[in-house]
C-alpha cells in the first residue's frame, strides 16, 4: 500500500496537470474569443465600407438623375454625363444597370417622352397653342 506522501505527491502532480491543462483551455478559449472579436470586427469594417462604397453610388445616381432632369431638353450624351459626375462611361452605365434597370440614354428618352406626353396633354386640355 502506497504511504501518504506518495499518495499526497502524485495528487499534488496530478493536480498541478490538470491547472496547466485548464489554463492552456482558457488560453485556447481567449484565443478564440480573440479570432471571433477580429472577425466581427472585420465583418463590421467591410459593412461599413459597402454601406459608404452604396452610399456614394447613390450620391453619382442622384447627380446624374438631375442633370438629366435639369438638362433634357439639351443635347445629352452618356460621355459628357459620365464626366459631369466625375465617372467613366462604363460605371454609369453599370451604376444606372444595378439600380434602375435601364441606360442612361433610356432614362434620358424616358424623361423626353414624359416632358413631350404631359405637354401633348395640356395642348387638348386647354386648348393653347402646343409649341409655345
Known amino acids: 500500500m ?3 506522501s506518495e499518495l499526497s505527491r502524485a ?3 496530478a493536480l498541478g496537470k490538470l491547472e ?7 488560453v485556447a478559449v481567449a484565443n478564440t474569443r480573440h479570432m471571433y472579436v477580429l472577425g466581427a470586427a472585420e465583418l463590421a469594417y467591410a459593412a ?4 459608404a462604397a452604396a452610399a456614394e ?3 453619382l445616381l442622384a447627380r446624374a438623375l438631375r442633370h438629366i432632369e435639369q438638362h433634357y431638353a439639351q443635347p445629352l450624351t452618356a460621355a ?3 464626366a459631369h459626375c466625375g465617372v467613366s462611361t462604363t460605371t454609369l452605365f453599370r451604376l444606372f444597370r444595378e439600380h434602375l434597370g435601364r441606360s442612361p440614354i433610356d432614362t434620358v428618352i424616358r424623361l423626353r417622352m ?11 386640355s386647354s386648348g393653347r397653342p402646343f409649341f409655345s
Do not use: E
Not at 496547466?20 to 482558457?26: E, F, H, I
Not at 414624359?114 to 387638348?124: E, L, M, P
Open 2 to 4: 502506497p504511504r501518504t
Open 11 to 13: 495528487f499534488s502532480t
Open 20 to 26: 496547466s491543462a485548464v489554463k492552456k483551455l482558457d
Open 48 to 51: 461599413a465600407l459597402r454601406c
Open 57 to 59: 453610388q447613390a450620391t
Open 80 to 82: 459628357g454625363l459620365a
Open 114 to 124: 414624359k416632358h413631350a406626353r404631359t405637354k401633348y396633354s395640356r395642348y387638348f
